[in-house]
């Protein structure tokens, strides 16, 4: 009888491991302003809107594969931020705001270089690196090859080109 009891709290407690995270850790930009200061990770922005078909699709099969959820909560900051909002955007100490022309906030065309699409993922490296902003859905796959590129630090020492001659897919 004593078995029973403890085979079930034994069960109860391996079946609260979950292997990988449930979701991103996405962050207000303001504490990843703060974070950087404590490690220097890049930092991977969601720049999406929310009538963006493509924008759910990459929600909803790419930033919920939990390969991609694992790498990115290790080697990134993360933040969605919403093109449209209408709230004061703060990156590096500077202020943006909406945009009633472009109807969005002037963050998107910051990071986007003027050319905002959405999705677009923007990767920042911190430093007077410009945003590189990668416009478009994309599958855990392609996703893959772009994020470990920039996590790796594979972006240090060899041009994307040459990088995507040796990538080795394992997602």
């Known amino acids: 009888m004593k078995l029973k009891p403890a085979l079930l709290i034994s069960l109860l407690f391996l079946c609260s491991f979950k292997k990988g995270s449930e979701k991103i850790q996405w962050m207000k930009l303001d504490d990843i302003t703060v974070k950087i200061k404590q490690e220097n990770k890049p930092v991977l922005i969601d720049l999406y809107t929310d009538w963006c078909y493509w924008c759910k699709v990459m929600d909803k099969k790419t930033y919920s594969n939990s390969k991609v959820i694992d790498y990115i909560n290790e080697h990134f900051y993360s933040a969605r931020v919403n093109a449209e909002t209408k709230d004061a955007v703060t990156w590096n100490d500077k202020t943006f705001n ?10 998107a065309l910051f990071v ?3 050319r905002a ?23 855990p796959k392609e996703f893959e090859m772009v994020v470990k590129y920039f996590g790796d630090g594979e972006y240090k020492t060899k041009s994307f080109p040459e990088y995507q001659k040796t990538f080795k897919a394992s997602w």
Do not use: A, C, K
């Not at 022309?101 to 963050?107: P, S």
């Not at 699409?117 to 599958?139: K, Y």
């Open 98 to 107: 909406y945009n009633n022309q472009y109807r969005i906030n002037d963050f």
């Open 112 to 114: 986007t270089g003027g």
């Open 117 to 139: 699409s959405f999705p677009t993922t923007v990767i920042l490296l911190g430093g007077n690196e410009p945003p590189i902003p990668i416009p478009g859905f994309m599958e």
